[in-house]
């Protein structure tokens, strides 16, 4: 069920995605092409929504989307274009979510959250624990490798708003930041993942 907030920024989401391609900072992108990182994106363990483990060692072979959400975001309805997204490379893609109040647009509990995203958006991908993800003492472990080079070999900006997209390769590289108005459907994320796809066909 959606809050009369929500229903008003799923009205207003094409423009405020046009008006958010203008910022430098929600619009950018950020690609790596062979940087590998010091430390192993498969040593990481997040926890799910329920409080069980979630072992990145799982996630070998497989290219991984980790996005930061909020239920209460202008961003909010692209948890339709990430369902769409993982359906479609299903078998090559796992996108986890990873909700965070650091922008202050995520006021539920982790229970909340995961009915909002089944009711509106039928999410069947992964949905962690609700966390921090920008740097800090609490900083989630996952965002931590994320955003640090010296973990993940190359990359240093966190998330800058809600809905930032980074983007691991199959062989757990970081090859891609995406901001918040690049949409998870559009051709920036798709080619990086085809592109990913056909050299490892190769």
Request: positive net charge; glycine residues 6%; charged residues 20%.
């Amino acid at each position: 069920m959606r809050t009369i907030r929500q229903k008003f920024l799923q009205a207003v989401y094409p423009v405020y995605v046009r008006l958010s391609r203008v910022s430098p900072n929600k619009s950018r992108v950020l690609i790596n092409t062979d940087l590998v990182p010091p430390v192993s994106f498969y040593s990481l363990q997040a926890e799910l929504r329920n409080g069980e483990p979630f072992d990145f060692a799982t996630l070998k072979g497989k290219q991984v989307l980790l996005v930061n959400t909020a239920s209460g975001c202008g961003f909010t309805e692209q948890f339709d274009q990430l369902q769409q997204l993982y359906k479609r490379y299903n078998h090559e893609l796992v996108v986890i979510a990873f909700p965070a109040n650091d922008f202050g647009e995520e006021k539920s509990d982790d229970a909340q959250i995961a009915i909002f995203c089944q009711e509106n958006f039928r999410v069947s991908f992964p949905i962690m624990k609700k966390s921090e993800v920008k740097r800090g003492r609490h900083q989630n472990k996952v965002f931590q490798w994320l955003s640090n080079p010296s973990h993940n070999g190359w990359n240093s900006q966190q998330p800058s708003w809600n809905f930032c997209k980074y983007l691991v390769n199959e062989k757990g590289i970081l090859t891609g930041y995406f901001g918040s108005a690049i949409e998870p459907m559009g051709k920036e994320i798709t080619a990086a993942i085809e592109k990913s796809n056909k050299n490892e066909a190769n």
